[in-house]
């Protein structure tokens, strides 16, 4: 069902899958850390099936997409980037943009940036860029939450603790906290045991804190989401405080928040209800832009 392509943005090359008719009303899927293209397999499918036309990429540093090899590398500004030109190149005009986690945060900043591009926004279980910032600096339950972006600092700890026991750890997330099955965890192995496809993720982690966090912090420019923004946040979450999506939602001009009984994957545990949400979003928004 999804053909790949291998899309040219500039300085690295993407994998993106794709499925659905060539003239569908286009929509971009952004997975998390540590997915892959496929995280919203369920929901693209049926997507694809109602005529949406899906673009689904592993971002720089995953997958099949190109792991440049510097931590400068993976700065918010060239994630951006990549996703910005891959609708340029690859979409019939703006599209519906979903992210989760790390791709939630690119999603939050490509509609900030560039909303020319966006017809509607959905950001499941990542809050809003200066939300997350603020709750690192001023709660300290935030920040204990947060204390794995920590360990991640630390150049080659990691690296090996995630990739021992034919990456036990990165299994044992994916099983205990997304709900992943057998079938699920054997396509992510597959591509874990290539060389850079457990360090380049990693690299996106050293980046934020060298460089996004700090610029949140100092003086940050209008963050104001100016496109339909729709919320989808699994209650259980073990990352996030749950008040941060409703704090996300006020940097909104028009924001709707769905609380599900999930956790950090709630389009893991409960597909067809986000598909529903996705769907009637879509069709809501569909003249936006």
Same mark, same amino acid.
């Given at each position: 069902?999804?053909?790949? /392509?291998?899309?040219?943005?500039? $300085?690295?090359?993407?994998?993106?899958?794709?499925?659905?008719?060539?003239?569908?009303?286009?929509?971009?899927?952004?997975?998390?850390?540590? $997915?892959?293209?496929?995280?919203?397999?369920?929901?693209?499918?049926? /997507?694809?099936?109602? #005529?949406?036309?899906?673009? !689904?990429? $592993?971002?720089? #540093?995953?997958?099949?997409?190109?792991?440049?090899?510097?931590?400068?590398?993976?700065?918010?500004?060239?994630?951006?980037?990549?996703?910005?030109?891959?609708?340029?190149?690859? !979409?019939?005009?703006?599209?519906?943009? %979903?992210?989760?986690?790390? @791709? @939630?945060?690119?999603?939050?900043?490509?509609?900030?940036?560039?909303?020319?591009?966006?017809?509607?926004?959905?950001?499941?279980?990542?809050?809003?860029?200066?939300?997350?910032?603020?709750? &690192?600096?001023?709660?300290?339950?935030?920040?204990?939450?947060?204390?794995?972006?920590? %360990?991640?600092?630390?150049? #080659?700890?990691?690296?090996?603790?995630?990739?021992?026991?034919?990456?036990?750890?990165?299994?044992?997330?994916?099983?205990?906290?997304? @709900?992943?099955?057998? +079938?699920?965890?054997? =396509?992510?192995?597959?591509?874990?045991?290539?060389? #850079?496809?457990?360090? =380049?993720?990693?690299?996106?982690?050293? !980046?934020?804190?060298?460089?996004?966090?700090?610029?949140?912090?100092? !003086?940050?420019?209008?963050?104001?989401?100016?496109?339909?923004?729709?919320?989808?946040?699994?209650?259980?979450?073990?990352?996030? =405080?749950?008040? &941060?999506? +409703? *704090?996300?939602?006020? /940097?909104?001009?028009?924001?709707?928040?769905?609380?599900?009984?999930?956790? *950090?994957?709630? *389009?893991?545990?409960?597909?067809?209800? %986000?598909?529903?949400?996705?769907?009637?979003?879509?069709?809501? *928004? +569909?003249?936006?832009?």
């Amino acid at each position: 069902m999804f053909l790949p /392509l291998f899309t040219d943005v500039d $300085d690295v090359l993407l994998h993106v899958e794709a499925a659905g008719p060539e003239d569908g009303p286009p929509v971009v899927f952004l997975h998390g850390w540590p $997915d892959l293209w496929f995280s919203f397999d369920p929901q693209m499918r049926a /997507l694809a099936e109602q #005529g949406y036309r899906v673009l !689904a990429p $592993d971002q720089r #540093g995953y997958g099949l997409s190109s792991k440049p090899p510097a931590v400068a590398d993976y700065q918010m500004p060239k994630l951006v980037k990549d996703i910005v030109l891959l609708i340029e190149r690859r !979409a019939s005009g703006p599209v519906h943009l %979903v992210g989760h986690d790390w @791709g @939630g945060a690119v999603a939050w900043a490509l509609a900030i940036e560039r909303p020319d591009l966006v017809r509607s926004l959905t950001a499941v279980n990542c809050p809003h860029p200066q939300v997350f910032a603020d709750a &690192l600096r001023r709660r300290p339950s935030q920040l204990l939450r947060s204390w794995y972006m920590l %360990v991640f600092q630390i150049p #080659g700890l990691a690296e090996t603790v995630l990739s021992v026991r034919d990456h036990a750890v990165l299994r044992a997330m994916l099983r205990h906290g997304a @709900g992943l099955d057998d +079938a699920d965890l054997a =396509r992510h192995r597959a591509v874990w045991r290539h060389p #850079g496809t457990v360090q =380049r993720p990693l690299f996106w982690y050293r !980046a934020m804190f060298r460089s996004t966090l700090p610029t949140l912090r100092a !003086a940050p420019p209008d963050m104001t989401v100016r496109v339909p923004t729709q919320i989808i946040w699994g209650r259980r979450d073990g990352a996030f =405080r749950a008040d &941060l999506a +409703a *704090h996300s939602t006020r /940097l909104c001009d028009e924001a709707e928040l769905h609380v599900l009984n999930a956790r *950090h994957w709630p *389009h893991h545990e409960q597909p067809e209800r %986000v598909t529903e949400l996705l769907a009637a979003w879509f069709e809501r *928004h +569909a003249g936006h832009g």
